[in-house]
């Protein structure tokens, strides 16, 4: 009796309520591909205290956020399914429907846990392609919804999903000239935290592999050097710091070095930190300029800007034989690299008839693709799963520095506005949350 | 070690300092993470005087009118037995980190012909600050051209 007025309560909540407002706007920028069709039931809700959020909606603002999936409004549905056997398949075939999640949110015999039982259905070939129970604290419903939504991406498209990911980037507030603040959001724009505030310089955040510190460049001791911080205490430690430049680190995929740009030898050269013994390598020793390095994902090379031939370029460091091969040849300025999870494409800032883009360049095709068409766009970061790159520019309506992203097929644009009107220096985390 | 050097350690000391006591640690409810706020301050010196030399783009080759400048500064630096601290600065175009290395390529520039026009090398300190200090705000060629220069601070 009790459970059943809860369950009226709940679909009535549900289908007079409307979406939370994200600070994630996309604007979806040509592209014929269509959407992959997703429909999932409200859950089953056998608790009986009101829930603070909705999975459905959580799920569904995920799977839409790069415009890869079309999930279907519960209003629109012929029937609410939360067993296998309660499934007409006829009415999702004639809602066009591909995917069908259904499920329940039970009791855990643990005080403040929920468990949450659920299925992915291909609805053409009437199958059950993924069946789960996850466990989780009440309090956590929102996290255990970006988990679904990471855990349906990956079952669909095959690679990991990105939801419980976030970014770390710099903000410089508009109305304060000698205010830098680098903070860490989730990739809707909720838990945007601040980690270190100074009234100098901040530049460079790059995250550990393990997601649990950021190595940063900080301007506090009036010239630049490089910091980690602890995220679980706020603690931070200095690297050692060398005279002139302490700048650019990029972490290893062993997480047991840095590599990073010092001036010491009189001009910036790329160096390799040991974390342990907190000793200095360096890599390259060129008269001109070598920064920005990268490390390659299976960790053997690194790849980095020079100016050795005149102008920007970039070049790959293989770390044990020490050999330097240029990558880029077209244009007069291309810098600031990354590497794809794949290891086989790279993204960098190409400039093209004097406007800054950012380029996907295949290292074995060696062909070249402009992904963006904002303005001065600069310092590209990967998502963990290779999809998506966010990078910052400027809105040229309003002079701000704004946060943009691309999807890599380069179809779904979209950008992250900056309460301050001063956001930079995106950094994209790994996979936080493993499923 | 210089004035300029001892009150650059104890800015340092002072901001590591600040920076521990001010750590405070802010705990949310759904995070594995539960990251901390760190806080630091640094105050420039207030430097008697300063002077500036402006770059064409993507250049840190001082132009005429520039090292009519720093030979007179030079002058001035060893008659009155100054210390001088070189700050490279560039305009937003291109990547961050290629702009910190350019910056310096300026400053250095700059302390190479002061030290050719008789300033000693151990009187002269260097920064580049890339483009992360812009003199003007905007994004156009008037604003860029004040933005490519190097600062240079006596005291």
């Excluded at chain 1, 296998?84 to 039970?106: A, P, Q, T």
């Excluded at chain 2, 760190?38 to 500036?52: G, M």
């Excluded at chain 2, 090398?121 to 890339?130: D, E, H, L, P, R």
Aim: aromatic share 8%; proline share 4%.
């Amino acid at each position: 009796m009790m459970q059943s007025f809860y369950k009226i309560i709940y679909l009535l909540l549900i289908l007079s309520s409307t979406y939370l407002s994200s600070q994630l706007r996309i604007e979806i920028t040509g592209g014929s591909d269509e959407p992959i069709r997703v429909a999932m039931v409200p859950f089953e809700w056998k608790l009986n205290s009101a829930p603070s959020h909705y999975l459905h909606e959580i799920v569904k603002k995920d799977l839409e956020s790069f415009a890869e999936f079309a999930v279907l409004n519960p209003e629109d549905m012929l029937s609410y399914p939360s067993l296998e056997e309660e499934i007409s398949y006829r009415d999702w075939r004639l809602l066009k429907v591909d995917y069908l999640i259904i499920g329940s949110v039970l009791k855990s015999e643990i005080e403040g846990e929920v468990n949450i039982a659920y299925s992915i259905l291909d609805v053409s070939r009437r199958k059950n392609i993924h069946k789960a129970l996850i466990k989780g604290s009440v309090k956590s419903l929102k996290r255990m919804g970006h988990n679904i939504s990471d855990r349906i991406y990956h079952k669909i498209n095959g690679i990991p999903g990105i939801f419980s990911t976030r970014i770390a980037y710099v903000d410089k507030p508009l109305s304060d000239a000698d205010s830098y603040d680098l903070r860490i959001t989730d990739i809707d724009g909720d838990g945007d935290l601040s980690l270190f505030k100074s009234n100098q310089p901040i530049l460079s955040p790059d995250w550990s592999p393990n997601g649990k510190e950021i190595a940063y460049v900080s301007f506090e001791e009036g010239t630049s050097r490089i910091y980690i911080q602890e995220l679980a205490t706020g603690n931070r430690r200095a690297l050692k710091r060398e005279r002139g430049i302490n700048s650019s680190p990029s972490w290893s995929p062993n997480g047991n070095y840095l590599s990073a740009v010092l001036s010491k030898g009189d001009n910036p050269d790329i160096y390799l930190y040991n974390l342990r013994s907190n000793a200095w390598t360096p890599l390259t020793g060129h008269y001109g300029i070598d920064t920005e390095p990268d490390w390659s994902p299976d960790g053997k090379s690194l790849i980095f800007t020079s100016n050795r031939s005149g102008s920007p370029q970039i070049y790959e460091i293989n770390i044990s034989s020490m050999r330097i091969k240029r990558k880029t040849f077209e244009g007069t300025y291309n810098a600031r690299a990354r590497y794809l999870p794949d290891g086989k494409n790279i993204i960098y800032v190409h400039r093209r008839k004097g406007v800054f883009h950012i380029a996907l360049h295949n290292l074995r095709t060696g062909k070249i693709s402009i992904l963006t068409d904002t303005f001065l766009d600069e310092s590209p970061s990967v998502a963990p799963n290779g999809n998506v790159i966010i990078y910052a520019t400027k809105d040229r309506e309003t002079d701000t520095d704004i946060l943009a992203g691309v999807t890599i097929n380069g179809k779904t644009r979209f950008i992250l506005p900056s309460v301050s009107g001063g956001a930079r220096e995106p950094a994209w985390s790994p996979i936080l949350d493993k499923y | 070690m210089t004035l300029f050097q001892e009150f650059l350690a104890l800015v340092a000391i002072i901001c590591s300092l600040s920076a521990c006591t001010n750590t405070t640690i802010e705990r949310t409810s759904d995070a594995t993470a539960v990251p901390a706020i760190a806080t630091s301050t640094y105050s420039e010196s207030s430097l008697a005087s300063s002077s500036t030399v402006y770059f064409s783009y993507d250049n840190y080759n001082i132009n005429s009118t520039g090292s009519e400048k720093i030979k007179s500064l030079a002058s001035i630096v060893k008659e009155n037995g100054l210390n001088v601290r070189v700050e490279g600065h560039c305009d937003e175009r291109g990547t961050r980190e290629y702009n910190l290395a350019l910056g310096e390529k300026r400053a250095n520039a700059i302390a190479e012909l002061l030290i050719i026009n008789g300033v000693s090398s151990s009187n002269i300190t260097t920064v580049s600050y890339g483009e992360e200090k812009p003199e003007s705000r905007g994004s156009n060629e008037k604003s860029w051209s004040k933005n490519r220069r190097a600062l240079i601070k006596t005291s």
